[in-house]
């Protein structure tokens, strides 16, 4: 497996904004690490109810990233975030030799977390973690901003804005990236810039999964499920995808007017509409 991390003091840095991050977080909430075949786990709960969401951040995100969507699902349900082992946060910083032992990793997750109703969200790959997971005893499965499904485009701004941020990162690069993946007129919060900067510097970034084979995505055609994605994608244009969503999963594709790649931070409360909707 493939080492996340430069450096040993960057995976501490990591690993300290992130602890800060949600020891300011006001929300109640508690945090707790599993063992599991992919390392140790890092997950966060919040909220209570009936139902539970298991939440999988997308790339280069986690929990500590995700606290927008996290509070306006705690404010619905019961809420648990995981950091995907291999991306940045608290979880093991080692990649899976494989993409579909993350749907292993979601099992003992889902063990864990020890839900009567279970809904599994992910979004971009953590959408496509979502996917390799096996269906039973998931009450519902909403994937946001999905990857695995179509493969994802870059448009030439994005890459421009993309590679500058990779090769020498700062603060005004990281803010225009985000800016490419937020809506149009949307100013990316200082925390994420923050971290977004800390990424480029520390971390050896992913490329975007591939689409999965039909195999992985026909194992949902029984079970509750939406696509949710923004209008401004700058990666997941809305024709080829609501083509995809039709096709190999049989959905009509959901589209969040106002929102780019990271709808969980444009459209929290739609996110967490629904979500809920799937209860």
Not at 68 to 97: F, I, K, W
Not at 105 to 122: F, H, K, M, P, Y
Not at 193 to 220: C, I
Request: glycine share 8%; with cysteine; charged share 20%.
């Amino acid at each position: 497996m493939v080492d996340l991390y430069r450096t040993p003091a960057g995976h501490e840095a990591i690993r300290s904004w992130c602890t800060v991050r949600l020891e300011e977080w006001a929300v109640p909430h508690e945090r707790r690490t599993v063992p599991t075949a992919l390392g140790e786990t890092s997950l966060v709960t919040a909220g209570e109810g009936p139902a539970t969401v298991l939440y999988l951040p997308g790339t280069n995100f986690n929990a500590a990233s995700s606290l927008t969507l996290a509070g306006a699902l705690a404010a619905r349900l019961r809420v648990v975030v995981a950091d995907l082992p291999g991306q940045p946060g608290l979880s093991a910083g080692r990649r899976p030799p494989d993409r579909l032992a993350y749907g292993a990793w979601i099992a003992e997750i889902v063990s864990s977390v020890a839900a009567d109703r279970l809904v599994l969200a992910g979004h971009s790959l953590g959408a496509a973690a979502a996917l390799t997971a096996d269906p039973a005893g998931v009450q519902g499965l909403l994937l946001l901003d999905p990857a695995g499904v179509i493969r994802l485009r870059v448009r030439p701004r994005t890459l421009a804005a993309t590679l500058p941020w990779l090769l020498r990162p700062t603060p005004v690069r990281s803010a225009r990236l985000l800016g490419e993946m937020h809506a149009r007129g949307r100013s990316p919060s200082p925390e994420h810039v923050e971290w977004m900067t800390l990424v480029a510097r520390h971390v050896r970034t992913s490329l975007a999964p591939s689409p999965l084979p039909h195999t992985v995505l026909d194992r949902w055609q029984d079970t509750p499920r939406a696509v949710l994605s923004g209008d401004q994608d700058c990666f997941l244009p809305v024709p080829p995808l609501a083509a995809a969503a039709r096709a190999k999963l049989g959905v009509d594709l959901d589209v969040a007017t106002d929102a780019g790649h990271l709808t969980p931070e444009d459209q929290p409360a739609r996110v967490a509409e629904a979500i809920s909707a799937l209860a």
